[in-house]
C-alpha cells in the first residue's frame, strides 16, 4: 500500500501549493483599497472556492476507493511507521509546536485577548508532548495509555486552537480573511478526533484518511495568511503532522480477503 500512500500525500501537496498560490493572489487582491472591504464577485475567490470543493470531493473519492482494503483497528498497527524516519519526523514536529507554544507565550502580553493566547501557548506546548508521546510509543501496547492521554491533549488544543482564531477573527467584517483559517484548524480537530478513535477503540480509517489530507490541504493554504511567526509555525506542524499520519494509515492498509460491507466502517 506504500504506492497507494505516496500517491495520496503527494496529490495533497502538489494541490496544496495550488491552493497556496491561489490565496496568495487573493489576498493581493480582493481588498479594496478605498473601502478596506474585500471586492465581490472575484475570479481568484471563485477559482479558490472552486478548487475547495473538488479537493473535498476527490479526497472522499479516494478515500471512498480504499474501503476495499482491511483497516487494522489496532492503533499499534494503524498509526505506526515503517522506519525509524517516522520516528524522526514525528520528533522535529514536535519540537516545532513547542517552540510554537513558546513563543505565543513570550507574545501573549501584547495579543488582544492575553488570557486566550497564553492558554494556547500552554496547550502548543502540551501538544508537542502530546505528539511525543504517539510517536515514541506507536508500535508499543503497553504505552497505551500514554498514546490515550496524547491524542485527548491534542484534541484540547485543537479546540483552543479554534477558539483563539475565532477571538481573534470576531470583529473582522471580511470574512474571506479568516473563512479558510477556520476551516483549516476544524478539520484539523477533526483529524485530531478520528485519530483518537484508534487509541479509544472507535476507530474510523476512512473519515481519519479524509480528514488528515484535507486538514492538512488546508493549512497549507492558510499559511500563506497574515500570521504571527508562533502561528506560522503552528499551520505548518499541523499540515506535516497530519500529512505523515495520512501516509501512515493508508501505507498500513492491508488487501481485504472478503467484500467489503460499509456497515464494517461504523461499529457501535
Known sequence: MQ??????TGFTAVI????????????????DPLTGLARQGTVISFLLSALIIIVAAALAAFAFYLRQYDCPSAAEEALSGHTFLFTVFG???????????????LQSGSAEWPMVHRLCGICTLAAAVGVLLLITGASNAEKGGARRFGSAVLV????????????????????????I???AVCSSLIAFYYLAGYQYGEPKPLAA???????????IISAIDEHTLA???CYASVALLLLMWGFVL?????????????DDEIKK
Open 181 to 183: 483559517e477556520i476551516l
Open 91 to 105: 520528533v522535529l514536529i514536535a519540537a516545532m509546536l513547542a517552540v510554537s507554544g513558546a513563543i505565543q507565550l
Open 3 to 8: 504506492h497507494e500512500a505516496y500517491r495520496l
Open 231 to 233: 502561528e506560522s509555525i
Open 209 to 219: 484518511i479524509f480528514f488528515c489530507n484535507f486538514g492538512a490541504f488546508l493549512c
Open 156 to 179: 484540547v488544543f485543537g479546540c483552543l486552537w479554534l477558539i483563539t482564531i475565532y477571538k481573534d477573527s470576531a470583529a473582522d467584517p471580511v470574512l474571506w480573511t479568516f473563512a
Open 16 to 31: 496544496a501549493a495550488l491552493g497556496f498560490l491561489l490565496r496568495w493572489l487573493q489576498n493581493m487582491n480582493i481588498i
Open 250 to 262: 493508508v501505507e498500513n492498509l492491508q488487501k481485504a480477503d472478503r467484500p467489503f460491507k460499509l
